[in-house]
C-alpha cells in the first residue's frame, strides 16, 4: 500500500494508512461513533509504559495516556472514574491481564463502549508447535519472570489482546496499539526513538502467558468483534515517538487524537484526511498506521450525523482547572496542530461558547495558562468547558533547527556546528535532545557520506554527498535547501482548516478529457450550516491521493463568503525544491509592454467559482515525472497579497517561461511576506494590548490555509 492511501488529520497525521482511503474513512468513523454513543456506559483501559527493567526507557508513552484520557473526558463525555491507567510498574503482564478482565470484562454489557490503548515496546517471539512460527507480542514493565532463567519472558501476545477484545460482549470495542514489533539492527539518522525491541532468539514465553491464551480460546466463541487500530501497517515498519516542544508522543496517538479534537460530523472525512495524514507526513516520517482487525459485520448506523454527540462542536482543546478566583484558567491544547503548538505565542485568543475570550499567557508542552478577558458580569467558566481558535500569534523569528545525528564522532559535531552557525536562520541540536526539523548525518549504506534526513530518518532526496566529503564542505553544499525547508516550515504554521472562519471549500481534480475526478478536497469546517452539518453530502467517494504521471490537474476553488479573497498557492516537490502557482498577466491585460507589473491578484468574487489556472492555455497542468511526492499550501485571505507579489515580481524569470507552476525563487522570503499579509488582514491589532512588535497576529475571520499532500506515481 501507498504511504498516501492512508492521507487526508493521523494525518491529521495524518498521510499514510496502509489501508484503502474509503477503508480509513470507515475506521475513523467507527472510532467516533464508538466514543460517541450517548446511552451506553463507558469503559477504557489505558496503558502506556515508558520505564522498562532492561530496555532503553521511552518517553512519550505516558503523554499518549494523558492525550487519550484527556479526549475521552472532555470531548466524549467518559467518566473519570471509568478510565484506568496502569503506568510504567504497573503495567506488568499479571496486572494488565487482571485489569483487562476485572475492569472491563466483569463490567462491561452489550451495547457498552470500550476503548483499550497500548503505548510501549512491542518485540517478536517464536513460540507455538514449531520453532520457526514468530508471533508479535507487547513488553510489558517487567519483562523477565522473576526466575533465574532469563530466558523467560513475560510478553503479551497480540493475540492474548485480540482474544479478550473478542471477549467482551459488546461489539463497540476500538484498542489502539502505539507500538511496533520488528526492530532492525542499524537505522538512518533520526531524531525520534522506536517502539520495538529486538528480538530475543532463545526467549520463551512464561508458561502462565501460555495457559491464559489457551484458556481464552477454549472460552471464547469469537461472536464480538471491535476495531483495533495499529501503528504500523507492515511487518518492516516501525512506530516511532517524536520529541515536541515540551514533550514526547507517539506520532499515531497525537495525530489521531488531535484528528478527533477538531473533527465534526460534517468534516469527519477531511479531517481524517488532512489532521491525521498530511499531519504524520508534514513531521517527517512514513509510518503507516493500518487496520489489524475489525467487526466482521458491517455495523448500522454508521451515517454521519452519528459520528459525534450533541453538541456538535470541534475545539482546540478544554479547560482543565480554574484558579485565582476564576481569573486564570490552565488549558488542555491537544487540538493544536503539531506543527503550530510549538510556536502558538502568548496573547494568542480562544473564544468559548459563552462568548467570553480567555487570552494566552503561557505554554508549557501540552498545557498552559490563560487569562479571561475583560467580560461585564460573573464569569461562567467551568472545568470542561471547550474552547476555539480566534487569533493566532506566531513569532517572526522562526527559525530551521537541525539536529546532528549522535553517530557522528565528536570532531564531525564540532565542524558540522561551526559550519550551520554561520546559516542565517539556522540552529543545531543533539538529534533526541530537543525538537528538530531535519537531522545531519551519516548515510546508514556508506558512512563516508553525509547527507540530509527528516526527523523520522528518511534521506531527503538530492542531499546525499560524494564519499570521503569533508563536513564543512557537506554543509555548504546542503546550504541552498536549508531557506527552502524553513519556508516550507513558515507556510504550514498558517493551516488552520479545522478553526478557519472564512468559508472556503477547496478540490483538488484529474482532467480526462470533458470530464473530471476529485484526487482531494478541503473544506473549512466551522463555516458549514446546520444543514450540511448533517447531511449525508459529504460521503462522496474520493480517490485515494495520487496522480498519475502525464495527469493534466486543476483546482477548484468556491468562496462562500460575503466577501472577495484572495489566493496563494506555494508547495515543495520531494527533491525539497520549492514551487508556486503564478499568477501572470496575459499581454492583453498590461497596460504596456513596458508595465513593470509581471503579476495580478488572483480574486474569488463572494458566492463564486474559481478554477485555476483559469484560461485555456494555463489548464494544460500537467504533472511531469518521475514518480515523486508533492505538497501544496493554499492559502487565501479577505486582503491581497500585496507584500507576497512585490516580493515575486522582484525575482529573475525568465520571460519565456510563464508557466502557471514552477520553480519558486527567493522562497524563505515569499514564505515570510506572506505571513505579513496575512497579519496585515487581520483588523485585531488595534484591540490587542500588549503583543509584541516580533509577532504576527492572524485572526481566523480573515484566512483559511489548506493543505493538499499527494503522491505522484
Not at 433 to 447: H, I, M, R, S, Y
Not at 460 to 474: D, F, H, Q, R
Amino acid at each position: 500500500m501507498k504511504r498516501r492511501t492512508f492521507v487526508q488529520r493521523i494525518g491529521s497525521i495524518l498521510a499514510v494508512l496502509g489501508v484503502t482511503e474509503v477503508e480509513w474513512l470507515t475506521l475513523s468513523d467507527r472510532y467516533s461513533q464508538a466514543l460517541a454513543q450517548p446511552s451506553a456506559r463507558k469503559l477504557a483501559l489505558l496503558i502506556g509504559i515508558n520505564q522498562y527493567q532492561k530496555s532503553p526507557s521511552l518517553s512519550g508513552c505516558l503523554t499518549d495516556v494523558e492525550l487519550q484520557k484527556e479526549l475521552l473526558i472532555h470531548r466524549f463525555g467518559f467518566q473519570s472514574s471509568d478510565i484506568l491507567t496502569l503506568t510504567d510498574e504497573q503495567a506488568s503482564r499479571k496486572s494488565i491481564e487482571a485489569a483487562f478482565e476485572e475492569h472491563l470484562g466483569k463490567q462491561t454489557k452489550a451495547d457498552d463502549v470500550v476503548v483499550f490503548h497500548f503505548s510501549g515496546y512491542g518485540t517478536r517471539i517464536k513460540s507455538g508447535q514449531f520453532i520457526d512460527t514468530v508471533q508479535n507480542a507487547l513488553v510489558p514493565s517487567h519483562e523477565h519472570q522473576d526466575t533465574q532463567d532469563k530466558k523467560i519472558v513475560n510478553y503479551i501476545l497480540e493475540e492474548t489482546v485480540q482474544l479478550l477484545l473478542r471477549s467482551l460482549p459488546t461489539n463497540q470495542v476500538t484498542a489502539v496499539l502505539d507500538t511496533s514489533y520488528y526492530a532492525p539492527t542499524k537505522v538512518q539518522p533520526t531524531a525520534w526513538r522506536i517502539r520495538a525491541r529486538h528480538e530475543l532468539p532463545d526467549a520463551q514465553l512464561a508458561t502462565a502467558e501460555l495457559e491464559f491464551l489457551q484458556q481464552l480460546k477454549s472460552q471464547n466463541s469469537g461472536l464480538n468483534s471491535g476495531v483495533v487500530l495499529s501503528a504500523t501497517s507492515d511487518p518492516q515498519q516501525l512506530a516511532m515517538e517524536a520529541l515536541f516542544s515540551g514533550f514526547s508522543a507517539g506520532l499515531f496517538t497525537y495525530a489521531l487524537t488531535q484528528y478527533l479534537w477538531e473533527t465534526t460530523p460534517a468534516a469527519t472525512i477531511q479531517f481524517s484526511l488532512s489532521h491525521v495524514g498530511s499531519s504524520i507526513h508534514k513531521l517527517g516520517s512514513k509510518q503507516q498506521p493500518g487496520l489489524l482487525s475489525e467487526p466482521k459485520t458491517q455495523q448500522g448506523g454508521l451515517t454521519i450525523e452519528n459520528l459525534l454527540p450533541e453538541p456538535t462542536v470541534s475545539a482546540e482543546g478544554a479547560i482543565k482547572a480554574i484558579e485565582d478566583e476564576g481569573k486564570t484558567t490552565h488549558l488542555w491544547l491537544a487540538g493544536i496542530p503539531p506543527q503550530v503548538l510549538e510556536y502558538y505565542g502568548v496573547n494568542s485568543r480562544l473564544t468559548l461558547s459563552t462568548g467570553e475570550q480567555l487570552i494566552l499567557r503561557s505554554r508549557t508542552g501540552l498545557t498552559a495558562k490563560a487569562q479571561i478577558s475583560k467580560v461585564k458580569g460573573e464569569s461562567s467558566l467551568q472545568v470542561g468547558q471547550l474552547y476555539q481558535e480566534v487569533v493566532r500569534v506566531l513569532p517572526r523569528s522562526v527559525s530551521l533547527t537541525v539536529a546532528l545525528d549522535t553517530g557522528l564522532e565528536r570532531i564531525e559535531r564540532v565542524d558540522a556546528t561551526s559550519a550551520f552557525a554561520s546559516v542565517n536562520h539556522i540552529s543545531t541540536v543533539v538529534a533526541g535532545e530537543q525538537p528538530a526539523d531535519c537531522v545531519f548525518g551519516k548515510l546508514l549504506e556508506t558512512p563516508s557520506r553525509y547527507g540530509l534526513f527528516t526527523p523520522g530518518g528518511e534521506l531527503i532526496p538530492n542531499t546525499a554527498g560524494e564519499v570521503g566529503e569533508a563536513v564543512k564542505l557537506a554543509v555548504q553544499r546542503l546550504v541552498p535547501k536549508l531557506p527552502i525547508l524553513l519556508a516550507a516550515k513558515l507556510w504550514r504554521l498558517t493551516e488552520n482548516e479545522g478553526s478557519s472562519r472564512l468559508p472556503i471549500k477547496a478540490t483538488l481534480e484529474i482532467i480526462n478529457g470533458l470530464s473530471s475526478r476529485v484526487v482531494m478536497q478541503r473544506e473549512t469546517t466551522r463555516t458549514l450550516d446546520a444543514e450540511k452539518r448533517h447531511g449525508k453530502s459529504l460521503l462522496t467517494v474520493l480517490s485515494n491521493p495520487t496522480v498519475p504521471i502525464g495527469s493534466r490537474m486543476q483546482y477548484k476553488l468556491q468562496n462562500k463568503s460575503d466577501r472577495p479573497v484572495y489566493l496563494m498557492l506555494l508547495g515543495l516537490k520531494n527533491d525539497r525544491t520549492a514551487i508556486a502557482f503564478y499568477p501572470w498577466q496575459s499581454p492583453q491585460e498590461s497596460t504596456s509592454i513596458d508595465s513593470k507589473s509581471l503579476f495580478q491578484q488572483v480574486a474569488i468574487a463572494p458566492g463564486q467559482t474559481l478554477t485555476l489556472p483559469k484560461n485555456i492555455t494555463a489548464s494544460e497542468w500537467v504533472i511531469p515525472g518521475p514518480a515523486y511526492e508533492c505538497e501544496h499550501q493554499l492559502i487565501l485571505s479577505t486582503a491581497p497579497f500585496r507584500e507576497t507579489l512585490g516580493h515575486l515580481e522582484t525575482s529573475k524569470y525568465p520571460i519565456t517561461d510563464q508557466r502557471p507552476f514552477g520553480a519558486l525563487l527567493n522562497s524563505l522570503e515569499i514564505a515570510q511576506a506572506l505571513l505579513q499579509d496575512l497579519h496585515n488582514a487581520s483588523a485585531v491589532k488595534s484591540d490587542i494590548n500588549g503583543i509584541s512588535a516580533d509577532s504576527y497576529v492572524l485572526d481566523v475571520n480573515n484566512w483559511a490555509s489548506f493543505n493538499f499532500d499527494f503522491q505522484v506515481v
